[in-house]
């Protein structure tokens, strides 16, 4: 994904508006300090739950919504999201504050909740071309040190110890991904894809820690101050739950794996003339900031993280051919999905 694509609003696109007057009835009746008049607009980015910048006089919000159309079980779940960064305000961790959940879909016409729009800078490629080579190294730190303090959270102290089950995490996963995989007759299926389930499913760790997860931990998924190297707020927490917090970990550090132009990746990259930690060095870095003597088994963890991705993509691969697609670039976005499961499978072999 590249900033120019993604970054901004536009007017709220075909297929995906709803009555807004609606919207700011419900909001005067449920956001403490809403006061309208209310516009609109879509951003340009959110594959996968549309996504609006509500305006007012006073205040910008952000509002997050499940997409029109037939929906996979358990998928666009905003419920979920609005519960974790509910509980997580205040823990010390960067989230956006929750002003609201609708689960009333008379409102808009699915669920959605609404949030503060949290104003800063957001990275869509990873080398982080706007800030100083100087620079550069305390973004990194920063960005793990979001990740270590998020593993590192008491779930249970913040009324999290139901938000998914414990034990198994990699069983389960595999076979959730697979099944969506496997169910998902629009997409099709992918022989290195099948090969690689067959191999996760064999190697599964014997490590079965348990932690609040984010599942889609990348340098665009978060807000950085305007000019420090400070994370202010992590977004889309859709697929948090209880997992796995290695899982959660190599799925972030995927980017020194990952081609740019599939997400924001470092592949390819001079990482020593950008003045960008290694990978060797991010993953200590992470162990120290975590408390752990290193990762055995990284293979099978990154493995597992690159499937993951690729089974997200081929979520929204399906969704455009059934129409359902959140995003105006979904379907030149799947273009890569045949590199990226041959890239998953090379994880393995």
Not at 66 to 74: A, D, E, H, I, S
Not at 173 to 196: K, P, S, T, V
Not at 269 to 298: V, W
Not at 302 to 315: L, N, P, T, V, W
């Amino acid at each position: 994904m590249s900033g120019t694509e993604n970054e901004g609003t536009t007017a709220v696109r075909p297929g995906f508006g709803f009555d807004e007057a609606r919207l700011a009835g419900w909001m005067e009746a449920h956001v403490e300090g809403f006061s309208g008049p209310l516009s609109v607009r879509q951003f340009k980015g959110g594959q996968s739950n549309p996504t609006y910048q509500l305006v007012t006089p006073g205040r910008r919000y952000v509002l997050r919504r499940k997409p029109p159309g037939q929906l996979l079980k358990g998928a666009h779940a905003v419920e979920r999201e609005a519960r974790v960064l509910s509980a997580l305000s205040g823990s010390g961790l960067p989230v956006p504050r929750v002003f609201g959940l609708c689960t009333d879909e008379s409102v808009i016409g699915t669920w959605f909740f609404i949030m503060e729009m949290v104003e800063g800078r957001i990275f869509w490629d990873a080398t982080f071309p706007d800030v100083s080579r100087a620079s550069r190294p305390a973004y990194f730190a920063a960005m793990n040190g979001a990740i270590a303090a998020l593993h590192k959270a008491d779930y249970m102290a913040l009324g999290l110890g139901d938000f998914g089950r414990t034990g198994n995490y990699f069983s389960r996963q595999i076979e959730r991904w697979a099944g969506q995989y496997e169910a998902d007759h629009e997409a099709g299926r992918d022989a290195n894809m099948d090969r690689l389930i067959s191999w996760l499913r064999a190697h599964i760790p014997a490590d079965d820690t348990t932690s609040l997860v984010h599942g889609d931990f990348r340098c665009d998924n978060m807000i950085f101050h305007p000019t420090e190297p400070r994370v202010l707020a992590v977004l889309d927490w859709e697929l948090s739950t209880l997992g796995h917090p290695l899982a959660d970990f190599a799925y972030h550090a995927m980017m020194y794996r990952m081609p740019p132009h599939i997400v924001a990746g470092l592949k390819g990259a001079d990482l020593a003339a950008l003045n960008i930690p290694s990978e060797e060095d991010y993953i200590a870095a992470y162990c120290a900031n975590t408390g752990r003597a290193g990762i055995p088994d990284y293979k099978f963890y990154a493995a597992f993280s690159f499937f993951r991705i690729a089974a997200i993509f081929h979520g929204v691969k399906g969704r455009v051919l059934r129409g359902t697609a959140a995003s105006a670039q979904a379907l030149e976005r799947v273009q890569v999905l045949p590199e990226l499961m041959a890239l998953a499978w090379a994880q393995a072999a």
